[in-house]
Every structure is written in C-alpha cells, then in structure tokens.
C-alpha cells in the first residue's frame, strides 16, 4: 500500500501599503491553519510590540495609532500569525522606506540606512571597495545610490541598482522570475516528476512511497519526505486528505496526506526518482501530471474520503 502526500507551499502575504489588514487576515489564517512556528513559539520579532507600533505615528489616514498598538499587543501575547512578513511586491516597495531594509523580493530604496549616517549595506562594501575604492564608498555612502557614471560597470549595477534606477521592465522581471512560487503560494501543491520507474515515468505526481512492514501510512510519508525531499514533518502537521483505491499495473490503496508545515527546503535528494519539483495550482494541473492527482484533487475538494479510480463504474 503507498502512501501518498499532498504538500501545500507556506502561506505568502502580500500588502499594498503599510497597514494592519494584511496582518489581521494572517492573524484568522493562523486560528484555522496555525501560526508561524518561530511567531507562535515567542522567538520572531513580533514577540515584541515595538516591532508594530513603530508604525504608529507615522500620520496614515487609514489606521490609527490605537490599530497599531492593540494589534502589536494581541500578536505578541498569543503568536497567532501566520506570515512572518507580508510585504509589496515590486514595484511597489513601500516597505523598504519605512523600516529601512527589505523584507522580501522588493529592491531597496537606498544603500544606506537614512536614520544612520554612516551605515553602508554590508553587501554593498565589499563590491564598492574592489570596484572603485574609498572614493565610491564615500558618494554611495552620501548620496544612498550608485552615481550615474564612474568606474561602475554593468554587473554592479545590475546588482546594486535600487529601486529608483531599475527600469519598469525590470520590476517585472522580478516579479515574473517568482511568481510560480509566490502567485496564491498558499494553495500551491508540490509535485515530483518521476524517474527511473516503470510507472508515469517523466509525468509529475505526488511525493510518494510504499509503506514499509510494521509501518503507518502516516509515518510512511513522514520517512518518504524527508528521503525524497530532505524536509521535517511532524505527525501534528500531517492532515488526512483521502484514501484511493486505484487501478495501475496492479491494484493500489492511496493515502493521502497534506501538510503546510515542515523543517527545511524541498529539493530533489534522489535524482534517480526525480528530475524535477513543480509548485502547480491545484485547479489548473500543468501537463504531463499523472491522471490520478487530479481525482485525488477533486475527491478531497468535493469532501469524500474515499474514491475508487480506473474502475468502472467509478465510485463515487
């Protein structure tokens, strides 16, 4: 009997503008899906309010210096939220200003910290001092940019460019680059492309493994994740997502299991069994999935716990 696992990608906020909404949407999320681990665990930087109600003060019109402070407060006291940032993509960036750094894919607004004179991003000074020395360290460190001209060439701009010298096509080439990844992350699937099997070889599916003698269907898939994709998952993160008896080269019982909650990064660590993961949209399969993982889909978005694929007729 294999077992057989759905892992949906971490929750991804996204934010207009500096405001409370986007982390009262991930406080909710957190009450149905559970909190950010190191948020809910007291050890992020929401454990201290100071880190919200810094926002308070900053004149805004929409929100209130009262919002911010009782929002600080309710995320320190119980670590219910579920993002650890919820951030604007490029090109809007209006996160960077405000708490001088960035907080996810958007460039920054300068190289330099405008509430510290003489800070220099420390990724900047080391690129600055091979390229033009003290000189160029001095201007960047001034003026928070590159110069328009001087011994720069292309590949330090490309690198060092903030968000004021990038061109609109290159803000969206950064989002684009992501977007796979990040386009509604939190109803993303993982799939692996099979290899070196006499079934659906070359196709995508699930992440999947026979279960072992003496062995659950639930440990099964906690030993095939972390064989398969080098990644934690706890039996509390596990949630059952179906059974299916299926038709193949021979008769196979299906477990299902999704997660949203794992240690470490999905990557291919048996290159022989797969050749590729694919973060996909659950409603819109790309081609070459194998027929079942959309069924599997379907039967668990519909509510049934079990379904019989590849027979006829099917049930239910």
Not at 277 to 305: C, E, F, K, Q
Request: hydrophobic share 40%; aromatic share 6%; charged share 20%.
């Amino acid at each position: 009997m294999p077992g057989r696992t759905r892992c949906a990608h971490p929750a991804a906020g996204r934010s207009p503008r500096a405001r409370p909404a986007s982390k009262l949407a991930s406080a909710d999320l957190a009450v149905s899906r559970g909190p950010c681990p190191a948020i809910g665990g007291g050890l992020s930087r929401y454990a201290n309010p100071a880190f919200l109600t810094r926002f308070a003060g900053l004149g805004a019109s929409t929100v209130t210096d009262a919002e911010w402070t009782t929002l600080a407060e309710r995320i320190a006291a119980d670590g219910m939220l579920r993002n650890s940032s919820t951030i604007a993509l490029p090109p809007t960036g209006r996160s960077a200003p405000v708490i001088g750094a960035s907080t996810g894919i958007e460039p920054l607004f300068r190289l330099t910290d405008p509430h510290h004179p003489d800070f220099l991003h420390p990724a900047a000074r080391p690129v600055l001092a091979e390229t033009g020395g003290d000189g160029l360290i001095r201007e960047v460190t001034r003026h928070g940019r590159l110069p328009a001209g001087g011994p720069v060439g292309d590949s330090v701009r490309d690198v060092l460019a903030v968000a004021t010298q990038i061109q609109p096509s290159g803000h969206l080439a950064m989002v684009s680059a992501i977007q796979s990844c990040v386009d509604e992350a939190v109803g993303k699937i993982l799939l692996m492309r099979r290899a070196g099997t006499d079934y659906g070889e070359g196709h995508l599916a699930f992440p999947a493994g026979h279960v072992d003698l003496g062995e659950t269907p639930s440990a099964s898939i906690i030993r095939e994740t972390a064989e398969e994709l080098g990644i934690g998952i706890t039996p509390a993160a596990l949630m059952p997502a179906g059974v299916m008896f299926r038709r193949s080269l021979e008769p196979r019982v299906d477990f299902f299991f999704a997660a949203d909650a794992w240690e470490g990064i999905p990557q291919i660590c048996e290159p022989h069994k797969c050749t590729e993961l694919a973060w996909a949209d659950p409603g819109d399969l790309p081609p070459g999935t194998l027929d079942y993982v959309g069924a599997a889909i379907a039967n668990v978005s519909r509510g049934h716990h079990f379904c019989e694929h590849g027979w006829e007729p099917t049930f239910p």
